[in-house]
């Protein structure tokens, strides 16, 4: 498989040779020369928590880079998550990780259908060697019970962490519930954006790009509490229009109402297997959600984004993605009475057409 290294140009030499063992395990699926890599080099004295976050995590960086590539499979991907998933568990269970509780207690949870849980538990793992009781609490956790947590475990705060920015209703629902009880937030993740808007936007108490940020601002003094009685302030007026509540629940119709239409514009279609229908209806199934957290945010850029992301990964499997402009304008015709809506779509509709430009001035 040509890939290139998986860690960064800044990585010494050490942390780089490792990080590339890790890599060629991971990707010949040898779970047992994984987890051996991992303990050899806590054997050795190589911190815990650089072998967490500078090469498990760079790793699995790489895994996401290579599957988006086409080079990795979905069920390649998988299997190398759940790889490092295990080198993860056996570093937290070595005696360089076994750490004493110096500090007070803190939860680390992924919202509700969020079920990337790989980058809380190295949160998790990372906040424990720094002296941190930490309850882990895992992937898609529904806030009823992440709440019933709470008020059994006295928690000094959440790391509430999102990967996938669809999640990112539920991560409110889920954030406001926290604060309701009075215990604050820090949200982290791909999900909240890169300079972390859509936490701010969400009313986290904090943000922080990645573990080890996270880790440093939970250790530089406690988040502000909230009150016991605290009430989340509306900041997103723009819902009063409706328009996600409609899209969110129209999703089925949507999908279907789309994929029939597909089927008259793109004549190709009809030629389709039951699994080429089913991958089209997963796609634009994405399409609607990715729309309907853009509406809920009030950020076009969401929506645009994941479409121009969508027309890379298309074209990285051999899938024309021309087929991306008629859905989207399928999709506006069953939106037209609604705005916000239908001026996503087109944006969208654009960055198609840019993506096009760009690929032929590349191939010319």
Known sequence: MKSSSPHGPSADPET?????????????????????????????GAPAESVLLDVIAAVQGRVGEEWAANRLS????????????????????????????????????????????????????????????????????????????????DADAVALSGSIATRLPTAHAAITAC????????????AFGADGRYARLLGANAWAPDARAAADRLAAGPLPRPRPDHQAIDDLPHLADQEYTIVARSRSALVR????????????????????????AEDL??????LATALYLGDGELF?????????????????ARSLSPALGILSDELKDFPRAVDFLARGTDAVSSFHRTTAGKNA
């Open 16 to 44: 780089r040779l490792l990080t590339d063992k890790l890599w060629d395990a991971v990707v010949r699926a040898d779970e047992y020369a994984a987890t051996e890599l991992v303990l050899g080099a806590l054997d050795g």
């Open 74 to 153: 979905v069920a390649q991907e998988h299997a190398a998550t759940a790889i490092n998933e295990r080198a993860v568990t056996a570093l937290s269970l070595h005696d360089a990780a076994r750490t004493e509780v110096t500090r007070g207690r803190l939860t680390v949870a992924c919202a509700d259908g969020e079920w990337h849980a790989l980058p809380a538990r190295l949160l998790a793992e990372v906040l424990k060697l720094r002296g941190w009781k930490v309850d882990y609490l895992g992937a898609q956790v529904p806030t009823p019970h992440l709440i019933t947590h709470l008020h059994r475990s």
């Open 179 to 190: 604060q309701a009880v009075g215990v604050p937030v820090l949200a982290g993740g791909a």
């Open 257 to 280: 109402t789309v994929l029939a239409g597909l089927e008259e514009a793109v004549p190709e279609m009809r030629g389709y297997s039951d699994l080429q229908r089913e991958h089209t």
């Open 285 to 290: 199934a994405h399409i609607v959600d990715f």
């Open 304 to 320: 645009v984004g994941f479409i121009g992301w969508t027309a890379g990964i298309l074209a990285a499997r051999g899938v024309p």
